[in-house]
C-alpha cells in the first residue's frame, strides 16, 4: 500500500464545465503522476511533479492543468470537460528511495456526457 | 523515439499451461524495466524491477527475465487467479534533471481456465 487515496472515485460531468480529481499521498513521495487509461493507449502521461510547485507536461496534456501546493497532494483540474477525456485517471508516486519504482492509486473514473 | 511494445495483446491458457509474455523496449540508457499486474476495475500492482541484462526476478508462478531489447514474463503452471492484464514500462528521463517519465506498454490480457 503506497498510501495514495483518489477523489472522487467516479464522477459523471456534463461537457464544458470544469472537473477536478484529488491525489492525495501520505508517505512524503516526492514524485507524483497523473496517467489516463484508455482502450488501446495503455496508461499515458498527463503531467507529472517533481516537487511543490514544480510540474511538467506528459504527452497528452492538452486540456488539462495540474496544481501541487502541498507535497502531499496533487491536482488534476479539466478547465473545460469534452467527451474525449472520459477516461480512467490513475494518480501515481515514485521515489529515488524506492529504486524508482511508481505506485499507483485505484483510479478515478470520469464520464464526460 | 522511446517505445515499449507489448505481446501477444491477449492470451488464453489452460490451467497449468505455462507461457510467456513478451514486453520489447527501445530507450536510450535503460534505468530499469517494470512489471505490474493489473485487474479490471483496479490500479496496477507493482511485480518487478529489472535494471540489467541477464537479470532475472521470481515471485510465485511468475518469473521475469531482460535482455538489452526485451524482457519476458513466464508464467509456470498458471491458475485461475493469475488472469489479469500485465503491464511494462519503462522510465525515460524527462526534461528536468534527475525526473523521469515512465513510458507503458498496452498490456497482455491474460485468462487462465480452469
Redesign the interface.
Given at each position: 500500500d503506497a498510501g495514495i487515496t483518489q477523489s472522487p472515485r467516479h464522477k459523471v460531468t456534463e461537457t464544458g464545465t470544469p472537473v477536478t480529481l484529488r491525489c492525495h499521498q501520505t508517505e512524503n513521495h516526492r514524485?507524483m503522476?497523473w496517467?489516463r487509461q484508455d482502450p488501446?493507449?495503455?496508461?499515458?502521461?498527463i503531467h507529472?511533479s517533481?516537487g511543490v510547485k514544480?510540474t511538467?507536461k506528459?504527452?497528452v496534456s492538452d486540456g488539462y492543468s495540474v496544481s501541487r501546493s502541498k507535497t502531499e497532494d496533487f491536482l488534476l483540474t479539466l478547465e473545460s470537460a469534452t467527451s474525449s477525456q472520459t477516461s480512467v485517471y490513475?494518480c501515481?508516486i515514485?521515489d529515488v528511495n524506492s529504486?524508482?519504482?511508481?505506485?499507483?492509486?485505484?483510479?478515478s473514473w470520469l464520464t464526460v456526457v | 523515439e522511446d517505445q515499449v511494445t507489448q505481446s501477444p495483446e491477449a492470451l488464453r491458457l489452460q490451467e497449468g499451461e505455462s507461457s510467456s509474455l513478451n514486453c520489447s523496449y527501445t530507450v536510450s540508457g535503460l534505468r530499469g524495466l517494470f512489471w505490474y499486474r493489473q485487474d479490471p476495475g483496479k490500479g496496477p500492482e507493482f511485480l518487478f524491477t529489472l535494471y540489467s541484462a541477464g537479470e532475472e526476478k521470481e515471485k510465485e508462478r511468475l518469473k521475469a527475465t531482460l535482455t538489452k531489447k526485451e524482457s519476458f514474463l513466464h508464467i509456470t503452471a498458471p491458475k485461475p487467479e493469475d488472469s489479469a492484464t500485465y503491464l511494462c514500462a519503462v522510465p525515460r528521463a524527462g526534461e528536468n534533471s534527475g525526473t523521469y517519465k515512465y513510458i507503458f506498454g498496452t498490456g497482455t490480457r491474460l485468462k487462465v481456465l480452469a
Open positions: 514524485y503522476y496517467y488501446g493507449h495503455g496508461l499515458r502521461l507529472y517533481y514544480d511538467d506528459g504527452e490513475f501515481a515514485s529504486g524508482n519504482t511508481i505506485y499507483f492509486g485505484e483510479g | -
